[in-house]
C-alpha cells in the first residue's frame, strides 16, 4: 500500500509561485512513476505533470508548460511541483499519484495510476 500526501497548497495573486511537495510512503519510491493531477468543480481530473523513475523524464500538460516544473527526489520519497506566473484558471485542488507499472510510459490518463493524495487546494486570486 501507499500512502501519498500533499502539501504546500494555499492561496496566491495572479503572477505568483507555489511550491507543491508530495511524501510518498511507498516502499521502492524510485520504481514508481509520479505525476500531479488537477480538478476544479464540475469538471474532470485534468493531467498536469508526471515524472519518470528516475527523474530524467518529464510530460506536462499543454496548459501549464514553461510555467510548472515537476521534480521527486528519491532519496527523500518526495515529489514536488514548481508552480509559476500562476493564473485564476490554475485555481483547483492538485492531487498527487503513482503509476506502479508504468504500461503507458508517463501516463497522462488518471485512470492509470494506481495511488492518489488526499490534495491540497491551490487558489490563485486576480
Known amino acids: 500500500q501507499v500512502q501519498l500526501v500533499e502539501s504546500g497548497g494555499g492561496l496566491v495573486q495572479s503572477g505568483g509561485s507555489l511550491r507543491l511537495s508530495c511524501a510518498a510512503s511507498?516502499?521502492?519510491?524510485?520504481?514508481?512513476?509520479m505525476a500531479w493531477f488537477r480538478r476544479t468543480p464540475g469538471k474532470e481530473r485534468e493531467f498536469v505533470a508526471a515524472?519518470?523513475?528516475?527523474?530524467?523524464?518529464?510530460d506536462y500538460g499543454d496548459s501549464v508548460k514553461g510555467r510548472f516544473t515537476i521534480s521527486r527526489d528519491n532519496a527523500k520519497n518526495m515529489v514536488y511541483l514548481q508552480m509559476t506566473s500562476l493564473k485564476p484558471e490554475d485555481t483547483a485542488v492538485y492531487y498527487c499519484?503513482?503509476?506502479?507499472?508504468?504500461?503507458?510510459?508517463?501516463?497522462?490518463?488518471?485512470?492509470?495510476?494506481?495511488?492518489w493524495g488526499q490534495g491540497t487546494q491551490v487558489t490563485v486570486s486576480s
Open positions: 515524472i519518470s523513475r528516475s527523474g530524467g523524464t518529464t
Open positions: 499519484a503513482a503509476d506502479k507499472l508504468a504500461l503507458r510510459g508517463l501516463a497522462t490518463l488518471d485512470s492509470d495510476y494506481d495511488y
Open positions: 511507498a516502499y521502492l519510491f524510485n520504481t514508481y512513476v
